[in-house]
């Protein structure tokens, strides 16, 4: 009987059920119930016969079945500080992924995507490298998907494919190792191993941490197995390292599992128990993406410097019955931390005068928070009360409507006031515009957006071309053109057009 066969025979006549799996930890049962003299489960690639020898004593020298239910028993989320030791039989150089090459498939869903991103941090934390190129991957890792027939159809297509690739390897090459992760591995384990003998590795869902020791156990020509659900897995401590760089997008998984247990569903048996992850975690996911954003509108020149961050109040009274979130403290730290990011950014923000039960210490507060900041621009409103929302079921509308439009108007002249002055910053410099086209009110003038999101007003004139010297022409709305500052106000910047440019020739002449 072969010994994987034996693992899972032994699991149905315990009653795991389909919440079970194969792991490592069993082998030692499958030598006690199997009449096989050896436990390997040999690949069509031929190992040194001191290798086997090696490998299969250290095996022998590992825990038995009792101390895998014993450590099953009690399941424990993993930190990331901690450092576990290599399993009796390997090494920690066999745990290396040493710089061989993961080639990773995703199919199916966000949640693929997102068990992707955590299977490539983990192995390039253990020395793995990546590749785009199929042809010069030493490991294929496809990330499948169970949740209808032809998601699996198109994986059994794909390794018929692989197989062809995996027969023609030079030999002079590392064998070529290929592994299911995900969904099809948990819901066909036996099958994919008695139908599928070149599929080395199997990994599901809850198994991502310990794909270095699969891939380890494969190398040395065993298959491995690791589809063992967790009640508390959620990879909280690892954190996702998108597998596209030029990605638009990123997704953020906030749970794993589900208990719903749909009368149609395949999901409560492919992904386990419903379980969230840590708020903690999460929110370190989000700033990181965050953080990598900020670097993108620094670095890159078609990005506009400006990002809007409403604020809504300067109280963290008022804040918190907005149930906004933030602090007053937390916001200042956040605009100091983006100008510190991006030098020169321009914010922009939204304020809401005469919020229920707002004071006039709150306002005050409020007035405070905009001569710090100064934004760039802004948008400022007197509160009205929406039906349907939490104010108005549990709220009372209570400044009246007389001390709202008195507060607006003190919150405009501030915001007007320091937004002068910020914006005089610009004048006498020369900066890139983005031609939008005629000015609404004037006919011979010409209206853009600077770097910074904000309005730049220019006569429309005969210029110089840059690309083309000696040609004079007029701007055109979808042009860049260079314009010197000359006058700002609160809202508009004014000035004379230099010349017709490009972005590229602005930036490398920056």
Request: proline share 5%; with cysteine; aromatic share 6%.
């Amino acid at each position: 009987m072969h010994p994987l066969q034996c693992v899972l025979q032994v699991q149905r006549s315990l009653g795991w059920g389909p919440l079970a799996s194969v792991s490592w930890l069993s082998l030692r049962m499958c030598r006690a119930h199997s009449s096989l003299s050896s436990t390997t489960c040999p690949s069509p690639e031929r190992q040194e016969d001191g290798a086997q020898k090696d490998f299969s004593s250290r095996l022998a020298a590992g825990p038995t079945f009792q101390h895998f239910l014993k450590s099953a028993s009690a399941p424990q989320e993993k930190l990331s500080s901690e450092v576990e030791d290599p399993p009796p039989y390997l090494t920690m150089d066999e745990l290396l992924g040493r710089q061989r090459k993961v080639y990773l498939e995703t199919y199916g869903c966000q949640m693929n995507v997102n068990d992707t991103e955590i299977a490539w941090s983990i192995l390039q934390k253990s020395g793995y490298l990546r590749t785009s190129n199929l042809q010069e991957a030493d490991v294929i890792l496809l990330v499948t998907c169970s949740i209808r027939e032809k998601a699996e159809q198109t994986i059994w297509n794909r390794l018929h494919q692989l197989k062809a690739l995996k027969t023609r390897r030079p030999r002079s090459r590392v064998p070529l190792r290929i592994g299911i992760l995900g969904c099809m591995a948990e819901r066909l384990k036996e099958e994919i191993l008695n139908r599928e003998k070149m599929v080395d590795v199997l990994a599901g869902p809850d198994a991502y941490r310990d794909l270095p020791r699969l891939l380890a156990v494969a190398e040395s020509g065993q298959q491995a197995a690791n589809v063992l659900l967790s009640l508390d897995e959620t990879y909280a401590d690892v954190m996702p390292v998108q597998t596209n760089p030029s990605a638009t997008s990123a997704f953020v998984s906030i749970m794993r599992g589900c208990d719903n247990m749909c009368s149609y569903c395949i999901v409560p048996f492919t992904r386990g128990r419903e379980r969230s992850r840590p708020v903690a975690s999460i929110l370190e996911e989000v700033k990181k993406l965050s953080e990598q954003v900020l670097q993108l509108i620094h670095e890159r020149d078609n990005i506009c410097k400006q990002i809007h961050l409403p604020a809504q109040s300067g109280s963290s009274r008022v804040l918190e019955a907005m149930r906004r979130g933030y602090s007053r403290e937390a916001y200042v730290e956040l605009v100091h931390h983006i100008r510190e990011s991006i030098p020169g950014v321009s914010l922009s923000s939204d304020f809401i005068a005469g919020f229920c039960g707002e004071t006039e210490e709150d306002h005050v507060q409020t007035v405070s928070l905009l001569r710090e900041v100064q934004y760039n621009m802004g948008f400022l409103f007197a509160y009205s009360m929406r039906q349907k929302t939490r104010a108005y079921h549990r709220l009372k509308d209570d400044v009246p409507e007389e001390v709202k439009l008195r507060r607006l108007e003190e919150l405009i002249t501030v915001f007007r006031e320091e937004a002068t002055k910020a914006n005089q910053i610009s004048v006498g410099c020369t900066q890139l515009v983005l031609v939008e086209g005629l000015s609404k009110r004037s006919a011979t003038d010409l209206c853009g957006r600077n770097d910074g999101n904000l309005k730049v007003i220019f006569p429309d004139a005969e210029m110089e071309d840059v690309n083309n010297p000696g040609l004079r022409v007029r701007a055109q709305p979808g042009d860049y053109v260079l314009v010197k500052i000359t006058s700002a106000s609160s809202q508009t910047l004014r000035g004379h057009v230099l010349c017709r440019t490009t972005l590229k020739d602005s930036s490398e002449n920056c």
